[in-house]
Nanobody, 116 residues
Framework: QVQLVESGGGLVQPGGSLRLSCAASGSIFSIATMGWFRQAPGRERESVAS???????NYADSVKGRFTISRDNAKHTVYLQMNSLKPEDTAVYYC??????????WGQGTQVTVSS
């Protein structure tokens, strides 16, 4: 059972930056695709960004050019660098791990609030 622990959320002004981290237990991290999702109040959870074990990335159109996903396999950690934050980025951000066998795991979420 892989456990994911997110950190780095908080309150930031519009135009500011935050970096989220997600640390995973277990060596399965190195073969897993990692992703960040978010859920705003009253809305469905949506994909923000993902990165494969080989480093290929994918982004939602709403965050392209502002957010960057990266991973450190030695530290079993995935990051989400968020720049030029907007109020509409406010949400609970979740980390997800999944592998080709169908196994997946979710973190507990971290709140990001963008407000002046």
């Amino acid at each position: 059972q892989v456990q994911l622990v997110e950190s780095g959320g908080g309150l930031v002004q519009p135009g500011g930056s935050l970096r989220l981290s997600c640390a995973a237990s277990g060596s399965i991290f190195s073969i897993a695709t990692m992703g960040w999702f978010r859920q705003a109040p009253g809305r469905e959870r949506e994909s923000v960004a993902s990165i494969t074990s080989g480093g290929s990335t994918n982004y939602a159109d709403s965050v392209k050019g502002r957010f960057t996903i990266s991973r450190d396999n030695a530290k079993h950690t995935v990051y989400l660098q968020m720049n030029s934050l907007k109020p509409e980025d406010t949400a609970v951000y979740y980390c997800k791990l999944w592998v080709f066998t169908g196994y997946d795991s979710w973190g507990q979420g971290t709140q990001v609030t963008v407000s002046s």
